[in-house]
């Protein structure tokens, strides 16, 4: 069990650049969740995939942000057209889910973008 | 209306103290979970305990489901206890986890 992992951990960009992150869930888990978090503030969930099926959008998640998980495996995030308001910290989480509803998310250490 | 709420938002103790955290949440949030986040942002598990009570080493948590709170209690604190504690659940009909603020602890030497 090697953990979630997220890549880049750091991320600078100017203001109207696309980019995009990615995150590895640990093997065997089949859930899979995006997470923004700003200076202060608890993380703010935007999406979930149960395998490649994404189930659940935040209302954070503009038209701008698209995020896929094309094997059910990795997933990818990206943010087009960058603006300033997206400097964040970027969390992924994966878990294991079965029959029992809200089960332990296990999260990566983050992408931390800031857009200059 | 605020569905999780951490109390204090900072806490200043010197190694060896003992601390309590709050987290009052709404009935519309389930499955509360503590997380601990060091300082270079990664989040840690530290209980998943939607009622009663759990301990770890020197960490302990409680649940009162029916009353809609949990604590976190840290004994003999170290500086390496330092960071932000968050609770978070998840809530109703979602699948998201909804966190509070978190409660930001120095611990120092």
């Known amino acids: 069990d090697t953990g979630v992992s997220q890549d880049p951990r750091h991320k600078i960009t100017k203001r109207g650049q696309n980019v995009t992150f990615r995150c590895d869930p640990i093997?065997?888990?089949?859930?899979l969740y995006w997470y923004r978090q700003t200076l202060g503030q608890g993380p703010e969930f935007l999406t979930y995939?149960?395998?490649?099926?994404?189930?659940?959008k935040s209302r954070l998640l503009s038209d701008r942000f698209s995020a896929e998980r094309p094997k059910g495996s990795f997933s990818t995030l990206e943010i087009q057209r960058t603006e300033q308001g997206d400097s964040a910290m970027y969390l992924c989480?994966?878990?294991?889910?079965?029959?029992?509803?809200?089960?332990?998310?296990?999260f990566g250490p983050g992408t931390r973008l800031l857009v200059l | 209306g605020i569905q999780v709420e951490q109390s204090p938002p900072d806490l200043i103790l010197q190694e060896g103290a003992n601390s309590t955290l709050r987290c009052n949440f709404s009935d519309s949030v389930n499955n509360l979970q503590w997380f601990h986040q060091n300082p270079w942002g990664q989040l840690i598990n530290l209980f998943y305990?939607?009622?009663g009570t759990k301990q770890n080493g020197r960490l302990s948590a409680t649940t009162v489901a029916t009353e809609r709170y949990s604590l976190l209690y840290i004994s003999s604190s170290q500086t390496t206890d330092s960071g932000v504690y968050f609770c978070?659940?998840?809530?109703?009909?979602?699948?998201?986890?909804?966190f509070g603020k978190g409660t930001k602890l120095t611990v120092n030497p």
């Open positions: 305990i939607p009622s």
């Open positions: 995939f149960q395998n490649e099926a994404q189930l659940e």
């Open positions: 978070a659940g998840y809530q109703g009909g979602s699948e998201k986890l909804v």
């Open positions: 989480a994966s878990s294991l889910q079965g029959w029992v509803t809200g089960e332990t998310q296990y």
């Open positions: 093997s065997e888990h089949n859930r």
